[in-house]
């Protein structure tokens, strides 16, 4: 049979670009990958009926590993405290010596209401090829697509924000050789621990 390295035009995926990252032998030097291009993006939120959700998940009290993944939920009346931000983005083909899929970034919000803080909603937008887009940033929503909802990741502690309070968070994504997880963790106003340390709750399994 013929070797099948090198040889496809384009290379289309739904998943991870762990997945377009390990299809990228296949691709001819000037193939492309569908999508070529996605951004992660994040806001602090108020959303005290999916908070109270998770804190109602176990019978007997709610579980610490509750608040260490992150919940697929579309997001009805909750409050955003600032613009959404982008977060990390992935482009493809990926040509770089090393591909090195992990990411860290500190993110700055201004609160101008009194509000708890129940966690972050994560949010993406994806260019599948040239101009064409599918997104659900609540500013650039694709009209009638309910195939994906956002990403909640709670704080394990509500935290109290005042108008003119700084939210400051870090967001890691982490891979190793099995598995690609996220972790986060609230500097300020109030610091937290490190959410889903070491993957030791939520993580996804990565594609040998």
Partial sequence: PQPIHNSAKAVVSTQSTGCLDGAQRLLKDDGVSIPCEYTSYLA??????????????????????????????????????????????????????VMDNSRHISLEFTSDIEALLHGFAGYFDAHLYKDILISIHPDTHSPDMFSWFPMFFPLKV???????????????????????????????PQPQPIHNSEGSTYWIGLFS
């Fill in 44 to 97: 602090p939120i108020m959303c005290r009926r999916v908070y109270n959700n998770i804190l109602k998940q176990n019978p007997d009290g709610p579980s610490p590993e509750s608040f260490h993944m992150g919940y697929v939920v579309r997001l009805k009346n909750v409050w955003v405290f600032d613009k959404v931000k982008p977060c990390f983005t992935f482009r493809h083909p990926n040509h770089a010596a």
């Fill in 158 to 188: 509500a935290t109290l924000v005042r108008p003119g309070e700084r939210i400051l968070v870090d967001f890691w994504r982490v891979v190793d050789n099995v598995k690609v997880w996220y972790e986060w963790a609230l500097s300020e």
